[in-house]
């Protein structure tokens, strides 16, 4: 039986180390995840959001990936991180647009598979008009959001 050799994947300034071969999660092999398998939660900072931490974990230092499904019709108003970050579209279609002011006709489409990069400090906006749509997205924690007006950033439950 042939192995395959790990790909060393670079995203900003951290490294992760994953197969190429499906395996279980092993000092040997890596961590494979199927869907089932994933836990998904209710987002504790941004209620009707869902989460499901793949690896490592945005509220502690180092690399995270994780998946958050965002309900139809949600508008996420103009916020910045402080890490770099890279997404891609898992399901249904994601909408982004740059700036400092929501503004929806600067919304892009982005169907499921699509990719692109989200840069530290950088203010932008999301909706998903069109029906639920599920993102990974990738970075290093401790990481943050931070609302061009605060008076936008969600209500946390008490």
Known sequence: MKRLLPVLTVCGTFALLSPLAGATDSPQSGLTMTPEKMNWVDNPRVPGLSVAK?????????PF???VK???????????????????VISGTWYIGWGETYDESKLMA????????????????????????????????????????????????K
């Open 70 to 88: 965002f309900p139809k019709g949600r508008v996420v108003q103009a916020h910045s991180h402080p890490d770099n970050r890279t997404y891609t």
């Open 110 to 157: 982005l169907p499921a598979g699509s990719f692109y990069t989200e840069p530290a400090g950088v203010p932008h906006f999301i909706a998903t008009p069109d029906g639920e749509a599920v993102v990974q997205i990738t970075g290093a924690g401790i990481t943050a959001v931070d609302f061009v007006n605060p008076a936008h950033a969600p209500k946390k439950k």
């Open 65 to 67: 990936v994780h998946r």
């Open 54 to 62: 793949i690896l490592g974990d945005a509220k502690k230092p180092g």
